[in-house]
């Protein structure tokens, strides 16, 4: 099974930084790579798909990069909206095993 | 706009079966597009359980497969979560969700790149004698 990994766990950080948070993946995932971020008490909300795209609606502060098992998820200038806990998930696994990384919470420094 | 509701008991008793149901709003579940289940336990992170296609074809998490089932109504536009056996490890917010697909192809092949676009306001389960 492919297991996900993210860098932090959590980060403390003010409005208006830069912020950078890392997915790894055990094995090849090709672009296989999603993005959510989940709020306290809401459903997650789907940011970027297929490692680079962003979803419709989500503000353009939000990027994601990479490919095969390195992956990052930045937000050029954080607004006080963005502080919420942050998951990768890969679609590669055949038959399908969507696996999601353990998060990471980013709060106010 | 697609919505998803989940609906079902707010407490099972242990070895007892966990039954949730999503309806879909919005939009029909004969669509093309995959069906899923995923649930959160307190405090922790997001399990994909399973997914299921308006055919009724089914694809579950291998950790939980000899426990769960995932059926379609198509006449009623929703889909169902059964899990049994259940103990307190089951205890979790259940979401369901819609798979989303893009489709992108390089050097003469197609890829597939599922997501979940849409998801339900999640319902609590509780697993508690």
């Known amino acids: 099974d492919i297991q996900m990994t993210q860098s932090p766990s959590s980060l403390s950080a003010s409005v208006g930084d830069r912020v950078t948070i890392t997915c790894r993946a055990s094995?090849?995932?090709?672009?296989?790579l999603n993005w959510y971020q989940q709020k306290p008490g809401k459903a997650p909300k789907l940011l970027i798909y297929?490692?680079?795209s962003l979803q419709s609606g989500v503000p353009s502060r939000f990027s994601g990069s990479g490919s095969g098992t390195d992956f990052t998820l930045t937000i050029s200038s954080l607004q006080p909206e963005d502080f919420a806990t942050y998951y990768c998930?890969?679609?590669?696994?055949?038959?399908?095993?969507?696996?999601f990384g353990p998060g990471t919470k980013v709060d106010i420094k | 706009q697609v919505q998803l509701q989940e609906s079902g008991p707010g407490l099972v008793k242990p070895s007892g079966t966990l039954s949730l149901t999503c309806a879909v709003s919005?939009?029909?579940?004969?669509?093309?597009?995959?069906w899923s289940w995923i649930r959160q336990p307190p405090g922790k992170g997001l399990e994909w359980i399973g997914e299921?296609?308006?055919?009724?074809?089914?694809n579950y998490n291998p950790s939980l497969k000899s426990r769960v089932t995932i059926s379609v109504d198509k006449s009623k536009n929703q889909f169902s979560l059964k899990l049994s056996s259940v103990t307190a490890a089951d205890t979790a917010v259940y979401y369901c969700?819609?798979?989303?697909?893009?489709?992108?192809?390089?050097?003469?092949?197609?890829?597939?790149?599922?997501?979940?676009?849409?998801w339900g306001k999640g319902t609590t389960v509780t697993v508690s004698s």
């Open positions: 919005g939009g029909s579940i004969s669509s093309s597009n995959w």
């Open positions: 299921i296609y308006h055919s009724g074809s089914t």
């Open positions: 297929a490692a680079s």
């Open positions: 998930q890969q679609s590669y696994s055949t038959p399908p095993l969507f696996t």
């Open positions: 969700a819609r798979n989303g697909v893009y489709s992108s192809s390089w050097y003469g092949s197609i890829g597939y790149y599922y997501y979940m676009d849409v």
């Open positions: 094995q090849s995932i090709s672009s296989y």
